[in-house]
Each structure stands twice: as structure tokens, then as C-alpha cells.
């Protein structure tokens, strides 16, 4: 058995190989497991290969893209899936509605793959616990020390207290937030601690419906209805967008965003809270204390970073996950689908409205999937093109628009 970095986490027996996360179709492989439905994590949804996950996450999935999945298999929580002598019990993440974690028993070992963790209860998902085991692979979105985020409750209540002000200042508080997770957190917020209407972009409503399907609360008003236009327009309410929805906006909105970044960026002309649903560096480290494993391999994200604070604070080997291959440099056709991964990819990083993000930092973050300097710059132009992104060339950076 091995496990390495392969496009995504793959574990090899004789038999099968299996692969978690792959960041490109990934029709080789035997098997393939998606962790959740964001859409750095989704590239294999589109294949003909046999898949799994939880049913929330195909289903936010579909809601989202609009594609059809085909040739699935339902994961359920702590129910064991059998693939050869491999047997995957997929465990809740507590990131979003229907992430997972999952723990890999093979003949000789123990591995977990975190997926996107999240380990404190939120108003929408229950926190993820930490699972013993010998191999951990684990997400390191926020792996450095300078992420450490304050208690959430803290944060609702200063998300409740802007919201308050801002309709005395007869705005209209607007999140531009991640349609997947975020948007429902901050739903489910207004709803508990105002009695403000909420209402929501197209997209959001669609996501939004799936969590209500799984019993998930949220009261909302879809924006394209007769009732969410009256409602906007009346201006005493609440309004959620997706990141890059400026053009919809309100005259008299009041911006703000909610992610974990917000504590090392401050967005210019919004509100920025540190609400995330990633683990922050404490989560994590406590984590592998409590999973006591024999090694720790580090992915998606800060991984050498956080591999050298593994050691530090835990004596616990552990290395980035590596590649096995370099698979954008093989001579095969680009197609526009690798393009638009990594556009959804950039995407999930590049959140704030405003803040300008330093070229060489864009790049980095997409060599860090594998992807060629020369393919980075390629996606980046053709963001700019779209007028997704602008370049700001004095502070050699982009800006969303
Ligand atoms: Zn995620």
C-alpha cells in the first residue's frame, strides 16, 4: 500500500487505486471519493468514473453547476464502504452540509484524509472530531500560526451589532460571501439574532434549498421573486450575494465579507470578519494531538508550513504530501474544463471585493495544485479576459471586479 500526492490523495493497493479529492478528472483511477461540494474538491464529479460522497455533497454539487452526475454511489456517515482490501468509514468534517472526513482501514494501517475540517460547532454543522489513526493526511488552509481565530460566538455577536447599525445608517447590510456554506451560515445568523427578512442571489437560494431538504433552518427570500424584489427595494432587510456579484448590488448596500483571510487582510471599503469554516491553527494542531499518529502528511494549502509546526508543538513527523507526477507537463491537449478547475480554484481564495492580490501570490497558489507556472499565468489572463479579475499594475496584483 502507498500514498502519495497524485493530483489528489491516492492510495494504491495491488488491486485498486483509490483517490480522494483529485483535482483533475481522474478517469484512471478505480475508485474516487469527494470529500465535499466546494469546487477545489468537485473536478471528478464531472467523469464517467465510479464516485462517491455523501449525498448532500453530489446534490449541492448539481445545484451549483447545473451538471448531472453520473455513475455515483452514496457515502453515508460511519457506514463502511468496501473497495478490495480497503475499507473507507467516511466520518462528518464538519466544513459545510455533508463534508467528510475519511478513515481508511487497510490490512496494515489506519489513514484519515481531513478533507476541509472545521472542529468548533457552527449554527449550521456540527464540529469534526479528531480520529486516532496511524497515517493523517490533513488540509492546511489556515496552517501558520497567525491564523488563530477569536470564539464564533464572538464573531456573531459582532456580525449582529453591524447589521443593527447599519440599518440605523437606512443601508442594506451585504454579505459577499461563498455561496456554499458561508452564505447558509450567515442566513442562519440573521435569522437567529434579528428578525430582519434575509434575501438571497439566485444561486444561494437553489444551495440554500438543498440544506432546508436536509433539515438544515433557514428563512429566505429568493431575489429573482416579485416578493425578494419588493423586499430589497423596501431596503429593511438583509442581502446575501455570491464573492463576485458587485454589479447587483444595492445603491445603498453596506459591504462586508466573512472568511478566515479577514484576519490577516482587511478588504477595502467593507466589513471584514473572521468567520471561517476551516480549522484555524490551533483546531488543527490540537487535532493530531489527539489523533496520535505515526506521521503526518500535510495538503491543500500551507502544507510545508504547517509540517514544520507539526514538529515543533507535537514531535510528530510530518511532510508535505508530494507528487507522484508532474501531470500538467505530459504532452497532452489542454482542454477548457482544466481552465475553468482552476478558475473555480483561484476563486475560492480570491474572496475579498477590493483587496488586491499580489500576482506571484496567484501564481504560487495555483503551482501548489500541480499546475505549471506557464498554465497559472494562462488561467489568470483568461480571468482578466472574462472580466473576472483586473490588474493593477503599479501594485503588481489583481483586483476582483
Ligand atoms: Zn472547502
Redesign the pocket.
Known amino acids: 500500500m502507498t500514498v502519495e500526492w497524485d493530483g489528489g490523495v491516492l492510495v494504491s493497493t495491488e488491486e485498486e487505486r483509490v483517490c480522494f479529492d483529485p483535482q483533475r478528472r481522474g478517469e484512471e483511477f478505480d475508485r474516487i471519493f469527494i470529500s ?1 461540494s ?1 469546487g ?2 468537485t473536478a471528478a464529479f464531472s467523469n464517467k468514473a465510479r464516485k462517491y460522497s455523501t449525498l448532500d455533497t453530489r446534490r449541492i454539487f448539481e445545484a451549483r453547476s447545473g451538471i448531472k452526475v453520473e455513475n455515483f454511489n452514496t457515502a453515508k456517515y460511519n457506514r463502511a464502504v468496501r473497495v478490495g482490501s480497503l475499507e473507507v468509514i467516511p466520518r462528518n468534517a464538519g ?2 452540509l455533508g ?1 467528510t472526513q475519511f478513515e481508511i482501514h487497510t490490512p496494515e494501517e489506519t489513514i484519515v484524509y481531513t478533507g ?1 475540517i472545521n472542529c468548533v460547532n457552527t449554527l449550521t454543522t456540527k464540529a469534526a472530531k479528531p480520529i486516532d489513526c496511524d497515517i493523517l493526511i490533513m488540509e492546511t488552509t489556515y496552517g501558520e500560526p497567525a491564523f488563530l481565530f477569536p470564539r464564533r460566538e464572538e464573531v456573531y455577536v459582532d456580525i449582529t451589532k453591524w447589521i443593527v447599525n447599519e440599518i440605523k445608517n437606512r443601508k442594506i447590510p451585504t454579505f459577499e460571501v461563498y455561496t456554499v ?1 458561508k452564505a447558509q451560515e450567515i442566513v442562519a445568523l440573521i435569522n437567529h439574532f434579528t428578525e430582519l427578512p434575509v434575501v438571497v442571489s439566485p444561486t444561494i437560494s437553489r444551495v440554500n434549498k438543498v440544506h432546508i431538504e436536509s433539515g438544515v433552518e433557514l428563512q429566505y427570500i429568493g431575489v429573482e421573486s416579485c416578493e425578494g424584489k419588493d423586499v430589497l427595494n423596501g431596503g429593511n432587510c438583509c442581502y446575501v450575494v455570491p464573492t463576485r456579484s458587485r454589479q447587483d448590488l444595492p445603491k445603498n448596500a453596506a459591504r462586508a465579507t466573512a472568511t478566515g483571510w479577514s484576519i490577516r487582510f482587511r478588504p477595502r471599503n467593507h466589513m471584514g470578519f473572521p468567520l471561517s ?2 480549522a484555524d491553527f490551533n483546531q488543527l494542531i490540537s487535532y493530531v494531538k489527539e489523533a496520535k499518529p505515526s506521521i503526518v502528511y500535510t495538503c491543500f494549502g500551507r502544507s510545508e508550513i504547517l509540517s514544520h509546526y507539526v514538529e515543533k508543538k507535537t514531535g510528530i513527523k510530518s511532510l508535505p504530501l508530494k507528487n507522484k507526477t508532474d501531470l500538467y507537463s505530459s504532452k497532452r491537449k489542454r482542454k477548457n474544463s482544466d481552465i475553468r478547475t482552476n478558475v473555480e480554484r483561484m476563486l ?1 481564495f480570491v474572496v475579498m471585493p477590493g483587496f488586491v492580490y499580489k500576482k506571484k501570490w496567484m501564481i504560487n497558489k495555483l503551482t501548489s495544485f500541480g499546475v505549471s507556472p506557464q498554465v497559472a499565468q494562462r488561467v489568470l489572463d483568461h480571468m482578466e479576459k472574462k472580466g473576472i479579475i483586473s490588474y493593477d499594475e503599479e501594485l503588481t496584483g489583481y483586483r476582483l471586479t
Open positions: 465535499h466546494h477545489d474538491h466544513h459545510m463534508s476541509d456554506g469554516s476551516h475560492d
